[in-house]
Structures are given as C-alpha cells and as structure tokens.
C-alpha cells in the first residue's frame, strides 16, 4: 500500500525559483486532498497509482484556483515588484488550474475531468456572489468564516457520488470541519500579514462591534501596520479566530474517534496535526493573551 505522498508529488510542479522570490501561493490544501484521497481508496484499494493521479489533479487545481484569489484586484498601477509579483499570481494559477486536464486525460479518467470541469463552474459562481455580499457588506463575520469554508469544499463534494453511501454520511461532516479548519489557518495568515488591505473576518468583525472611531479608523483607504495591530489587539480577533480553529479541530478528532473503521483512523489519524501545530506556536499574531 502507497503512503499518501501526493505533496511530494505536487513539488515539481510548484517549485520554481521564480515563484518563490517574486510572489507566493496560496496555502497548500494538502488536509482536504488527503481526506479525498483516503475515501477514494477505500472504494478503489486496487487502483491507487490512478487515485494518486486524481487526488494530485485537485491539488494542483484547488492550488491554482486559491493563487488566483491572492491577486490584487486595484488596476492602479503600483510599483514594479509588486507587479511582477501580481503577475506571476496570474500565471501560476493559470498553470497550476489547467494540469488537471493534462494529468487525467494521460490516465484516461475522462469522468473525473468532466466531473471537475463542473465542479470549477460551480465555484466560480459561488466565488462571485460571495465576493459581491463581500463588497455590499451584506456578510456577518460569522457569515464569512460558514462562507468560506463552502468555498474551500466545493471541489470536494462533486466526488460525493462516487462514494459508497455507507461512508458518505462520515465524509460530508468531516469534510466540512477540515475545510472549516483550512478557512480559519488561511484567514488567520492572511489578517496577521495583510494589514487592513484584506477584507475579512476582522474587517467586519470591528465593523460589526467596533466603535465610532475605530470604524472610521477602518474605513480609510491605508491603515499603518500599527493601526491595523492595534485594532487586532483590541478587538481580540487573532484570538477569537484562534477560538474557532481550536473547536474546528475539536471535532475533527471527535468524528474520527466515532468512525470504526481502523483503516480510516489510522490514514487520517494525523490530518488534524497541522491546526494544532498552528494552534501551538509561541509569539505569534494570534496569541495575544
């Protein structure tokens, strides 16, 4: 039997020097694809080489797709490393969303490149709704974190029917709680990182409870990184979203200690780690005390 080994898999294509000292990616989403990759094999245990294609195929496009959603969206022209940076975004993403037609169609799994095609269709379209509410402020911030989330299982679901129906009903919630797990990580990394430029759970949590001041505060077009630590600080939002990630992987463990499948338990046994690892860093952003 493989070890699941699909990130290792992902590094030549996501390992470019140019990359890496121009711009970032997104964070990988290697705790939803390992959560597919392990319930596709209990359905298929003699196909794994296949799988290992499949499960790979989503990474990379799950990658693209979230690269894309770091662009900047200002058409002002700023300067040069910052475009550069914005542009090699565009490009990576591109690149990164378009192998999974290349890498199925090499192992002739023309289902699962329909199936994804459909699968891109629908997260666009929740993408655009959720980023119009985004902008009209029609999203709580508990509204954004459930939203999020959905976002990040999208992809996910479309391979639901082809689960057996005695695990789906154990694949959905946990699912969920992983993608739930992977929005919070991602969002805590980007409020720690991205000053006020980033619209979202902090931006409408003070909106939603912040005073007079503090919203007029953030209603400029440029905070200083110290107004924007500041307003963190006082409105405890590293440590609420720290609150939320620790029940998200509460319950993670709490699903795989209910499941009695041995094999489920013990490929998924550490899917929770990374969260935890993130939860356990010493003087970091969201540790505020």
């Known amino acids: 039997m493989k070890l699941y080994r699909v990130p290792d898999l992902a590094k030549k294509y996501v390992d470019y020097d140019m990359i890496s000292t121009h711009t970032e990616l997104a964070d990988f989403p290697d705790s939803r694809v390992r959560l597919l990759?392990?319930?596709?094999?209990h359905e298929q245990p003699d196909n794994e080489s296949d799988l290992e294609v499949c499960a790979l195929a989503v990474y990379l496009l799950q990658l693209g797709l979230d690269t894309h959603d770091l662009i900047d969206p200002e058409p002002v022209r700023k300067e040069e490393?910052?475009?550069r940076s914005r542009q090699l975004k565009v490009l990576a993403g591109d690149y990164f969303s378009s192998l999974f037609y290349q890498l199925l169609a090499k192992t002739n799994q023309i289902q699962h490149i329909s199936l994804l095609s459909s699968a891109v269709c629908e997260v666009n379209r929740l993408k655009a709704r959720f980023y119009?509410?985004?902008?009209?402020?029609l999203l709580s911030a508990e509204d954004y974190v459930k939203e999020s989330a959905l976002l990040k299982m999208q992809?996910?679901?479309f391979f639901t029917p082809l689960l057996d129906k005695t695990v789906q009903h154990y694949w959905r919630p946990l699912l969920?709680?992983?993608?739930k797990c992977e929005a919070l990580a991602a969002e805590m990394s980007l409020t720690a990182r991205e000053s006020s430029g980033h619209l979202g759970f902090a931006y409408l949590r003070i909106m939603e409870s912040g005073s007079t001041e503090d919203k007029a505060m953030l209603s400029r077009s440029k905070l200083s990184t110290r107004d924007w630590s500041s307003l963190l600080l006082k409105y405890k939002v590293m440590?609420?979203?720290?609150d939320k990630l620790h029940q998200s992987v509460e319950q993670v463990q709490q699903l795989l200690k209910e499941n009695t499948d041995e094999r489920f338990c013990?490929?998924?046994a550490g899917i929770a780690e990374p969260f935890k690892a993130l939860l356990g860093k010493p003087n970091t952003a969201w540790n505020e005390g």
């Open 37 to 41: 990759y392990t319930f596709l094999k």
């Open 81 to 83: 490393r910052l475009m």
């Open 132 to 137: 119009t509410r985004m902008k009209d402020l």
């Open 155 to 157: 992809l996910f679901t």
């Open 176 to 179: 969920a709680e992983v993608s």
């Open 239 to 242: 440590e609420q979203l720290a």
């Open 266 to 268: 013990k490929e998924l």
